[in-house]
Protein backbone atom coordinates (compact mmCIF):
# COMPACT_ATOMS: atom_id res chain seq x y z
CA UNK A 1 0.00 0.00 0.00
CA UNK A 2 1.17 3.32 -0.90
CA UNK A 3 1.86 6.08 1.71
CA UNK A 4 2.91 9.64 1.73
CA UNK A 5 3.06 11.33 4.68
CA UNK A 6 4.41 14.76 5.28
CA UNK A 7 5.31 16.55 8.85
CA UNK A 8 7.34 19.64 9.55
CA UNK A 9 4.62 22.41 9.45
CA UNK A 10 4.08 24.68 11.39
CA UNK A 11 3.72 28.37 12.25
CA UNK A 12 6.34 30.84 11.61
CA UNK A 13 7.44 34.70 11.30
CA UNK A 14 8.56 36.24 7.60
CA UNK A 15 11.86 35.64 7.43
CA UNK A 16 11.86 32.18 9.47
CA UNK A 17 12.66 28.55 8.28
CA UNK A 18 10.75 25.62 7.80
CA UNK A 19 12.13 22.26 6.71
CA UNK A 20 9.09 19.30 5.37
CA UNK A 21 9.46 16.01 5.17
CA UNK A 22 7.85 13.68 2.89
CA UNK A 23 7.89 9.78 4.30
CA UNK A 24 7.21 7.36 1.28
CA UNK A 25 6.00 3.46 1.57
CA UNK A 26 4.89 1.49 -0.85
CA UNK A 27 7.63 2.28 -3.12
CA UNK A 28 10.86 3.21 -4.15
CA UNK A 29 11.54 7.01 -4.51
CA UNK A 30 14.76 7.11 -6.28
CA UNK A 31 12.74 6.32 -9.44
CA UNK A 32 10.21 8.27 -9.32
CA UNK A 33 9.56 12.09 -9.91
CA UNK A 34 8.99 13.46 -6.67
CA UNK A 35 7.60 17.20 -6.26
CA UNK A 36 6.05 19.59 -3.52
CA UNK A 37 2.85 21.83 -4.70
CA UNK A 38 0.84 24.01 -2.20
CA UNK A 39 -2.64 25.13 -2.10
CA UNK A 40 -3.93 27.86 -0.65
CA UNK A 41 -8.33 28.67 -0.13
CA UNK A 42 -9.19 29.93 -3.28
CA UNK A 43 -6.44 29.10 -5.20
CA UNK A 44 -5.38 26.36 -7.52
CA UNK A 45 -2.87 23.86 -6.37
CA UNK A 46 0.88 25.46 -6.72
CA UNK A 47 4.18 23.09 -8.01
CA UNK A 48 6.30 24.56 -5.58
CA UNK A 49 9.91 22.23 -6.13
CA UNK A 50 10.31 18.55 -7.99
CA UNK A 51 13.04 16.85 -8.18
CA UNK A 52 13.72 13.87 -10.83
CA UNK A 53 15.32 10.33 -10.50
CA UNK A 54 18.87 12.01 -11.76
CA UNK A 55 18.49 14.16 -8.47
CA UNK A 56 17.73 17.26 -11.03
CA UNK A 57 15.42 19.67 -8.92
CA UNK A 58 13.40 22.54 -10.87
CA UNK A 59 11.36 25.18 -9.13
CA UNK A 60 8.65 27.90 -9.40
CA UNK A 61 9.75 31.10 -10.02
CA UNK A 62 8.69 32.44 -6.55
CA UNK A 63 10.39 29.97 -4.56
CA UNK A 64 13.51 29.92 -6.37
CA UNK A 65 16.52 30.82 -4.10
CA UNK A 66 14.59 30.19 -0.99
CA UNK A 67 13.63 26.56 -1.14
CA UNK A 68 16.01 23.84 -1.80
CA UNK A 69 14.00 20.39 -2.54
CA UNK A 70 16.01 16.95 -1.89
CA UNK A 71 15.64 13.35 -1.16
CA UNK A 72 17.39 10.71 0.38
CA UNK A 73 16.84 7.51 -1.46
CA UNK A 74 17.75 5.16 1.27
CA UNK A 75 15.32 6.92 3.71
CA UNK A 76 12.64 7.40 1.01
CA UNK A 77 12.21 10.15 2.32
CA UNK A 78 11.42 13.73 0.43
CA UNK A 79 12.24 17.15 1.60
CA UNK A 80 12.39 20.95 1.57
CA UNK A 81 14.19 23.16 2.93
CA UNK A 82 12.27 26.51 3.14
CA UNK A 83 14.47 29.63 3.74
CA UNK A 84 13.48 33.52 4.02
CA UNK A 85 9.71 32.67 4.13
CA UNK A 86 6.87 35.09 3.25
CA UNK A 87 3.66 35.42 4.16
CA UNK A 88 2.78 34.58 0.71
CA UNK A 89 4.18 30.84 0.78
CA UNK A 90 1.24 30.16 3.36
CA UNK A 91 -0.58 27.16 2.80
CA UNK A 92 -1.39 22.98 2.69
CA UNK A 93 1.83 21.88 1.20
CA UNK A 94 1.59 18.28 -0.06
CA UNK A 95 3.93 15.81 -1.85
CA UNK A 96 3.57 13.85 -4.44
CA UNK A 97 5.43 11.15 -6.59
CA UNK A 98 5.04 10.00 -10.21
CA UNK A 99 6.27 7.11 -12.36
CA UNK A 100 6.16 8.66 -15.42
CA UNK A 101 8.47 9.49 -17.91
CA UNK A 102 8.26 13.61 -17.79
CA UNK A 103 8.79 15.08 -14.66
CA UNK A 104 7.75 18.74 -13.84
CA UNK A 105 5.40 20.64 -11.79
CA UNK A 106 2.60 19.80 -13.25
CA UNK A 107 0.08 18.13 -11.03
CA UNK A 108 -1.88 16.11 -13.49
CA UNK A 109 1.56 14.09 -13.67
CA UNK A 110 1.24 13.35 -9.91
CA UNK A 111 -0.65 9.73 -9.20
CA UNK A 112 0.35 9.58 -5.18
CA UNK A 113 -0.22 11.88 -3.18
CA UNK A 114 0.18 12.67 0.39
CA UNK A 115 -2.40 14.52 2.86
CA UNK A 116 -0.66 17.53 3.33
CA UNK A 117 1.35 19.45 6.23
CA UNK A 118 0.01 23.50 6.86
CA UNK A 119 2.69 26.48 6.78
CA UNK A 120 1.69 29.35 8.21
CA UNK A 121 3.41 32.89 8.02
CA UNK A 122 2.86 35.74 9.89
CA UNK A 123 4.06 39.14 8.92
Known amino acids: QVQLVESGGGSVQAGGSLRLSCAVS????????MAWFRETPGKEREGVAV???????AYANSVKGRFTISKDNAKDTLYLQMNSLKPEDTGMYYC?????????????????WGQGTQVTVSS
Open 96 to 112: AGSSGGLCFLGAYLFHY
Open 26 to 33: GFAISTYC
Open 51 to 57: INSELRP
